[in-house]
């Protein structure tokens, strides 16, 4: 698929996660703004995806650690033909059959759901790779093809679990498992390094024994030719050469910019989660649908 069809999915997942939030007055934007470009990668150009199967055991499997930014990857999983529009209305709303975990509604963190293509709950942080590890364990042992990518965070790095699961997945040589940083420097409340350093990234990643492609770049030291977490060249060229990989997993450092999309919100902490005013709302589907009209030209 050309970038440019994949810019314009790009900008439709910003269109329909914006609508989820406002529609719902919940759920996070800026950390599916970060990574809407990956999400489209992903699921359009890496995942062997059969959609009419989402539960077939012959797909790749795309987990998604950091699991509040189920805006975009609804978004997302809708572009692709695994969410329908009936179901994208039930974004966040609970009913009756709520309180006994039995809703069919979409929930705000991931839940499993093998027929949407989901084989994880995420929402803690660092279970996500937990689960993608343990996946990428058995794939192997199962003599399956399966590739494990996994959809990690800057916050969720802070979570002592995700260095069990990196250490273990060097150990095991799991070349089936490919993760994607979605480096936006920003967490809940705040800038990450406002709680604690996770500087060097590449370095301690690559001394736990996985391949690395991308490198991270200090907040306070980025141009806009810094963010390869939204650039599709980039992004298709990596995940491709982390595949060739042999006996080790493989990560991508994708630098972004939280809320990217929409300059309002764009490196702004308080948009980790936060809905928009009928006015804001108004105004940012304008500018969104202004700009998939100027791609079309
Ligand atoms: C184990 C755990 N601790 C705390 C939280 C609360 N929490 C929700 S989102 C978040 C951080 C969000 O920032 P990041 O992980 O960098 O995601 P992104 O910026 O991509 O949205 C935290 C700490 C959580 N979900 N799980
Ligand atoms: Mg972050």
């Not at 003599?143 to 995700?162: A, P």
């Not at 301690?204 to 306070?220: H, I, L, M, Q, Y």
């Not at 493989?250 to 990217?260: D, E, V």
């Amino acid at each position: 698929m050309k970038s440019q069809e994949k810019k314009r999915l790009a900008n439709r997942l910003r269109q329909i996660a914006l609508r989820l939030v406002y529609e719902s007055q919940s759920g996070h934007l800026g950390g599916s703004y970060s990574a809407a470009e990956i999400y489209i990668e992903i699921l359009f150009e890496q995942l062997r995806l059969d959609t009419k199967k989402p539960a077939s055991l012959e797909n790749d499997i795309f987990v998604v650690d950091k699991g509040h930014a189920t805006p975009g990857f609804f978004a997302a999983q809708h572009l692709a033909g695994l969410v329908t529009e009936e179901s994208l209305s039930t974004y966040r709303r609970v009913d009756a059959a709520s309180p006994h975990g039995k809703s069919k509604n979409l929930q705000g963190h991931p839940k499993y759901l093998p027929q949407q293509g989901i084989w994880f709950s995420t929402g803690s942080l660092g279970v996500g790779i937990s689960q993608a590890v343990g996946m990428a364990i058995a794939e192997k042992m199962a003599g399956r093809k399966t590739h494990i990518y996994v959809l990690l965070s800057d916050g969720g790095l802070q979570e002592g679990i995700v260095w069990e699961a990196a250490r273990n997945a060097a150990y095991h040589k799991l070349d089936n498992l490919t993760a994607v940083l979605d480096l936006n420097w920003i967490q809940n409340d705040d800038f990450v390094f406002k709680t604690t350093e996770l500087l060097p990234v590449r370095a301690k990643w690559v001394s736990f024994g996985w391949e690395v492609f991308g490198e991270e770049v200090a907040f306070s030291e980025r141009k806009p030719t810094s963010l390869n977490g939204h650039d599709f060249d980039w992004l298709s060229k990596s995940f491709e050469q982390a595949r060739a990989v042999k006996a080790k997993p493989s990560l991508l450092i994708a630098n972004t910019a939280k809320g990217r999309g929409i300059s309002e919100i764009e490196n702004s902490p308080e948009w980790h989660a936060k809905a928009p005013s009928p006015e804001q709302y108004q105004k940012w589907i304008a500018a969104l649908q202004r700009e998939e009209q100027a791609m079309a030209l």
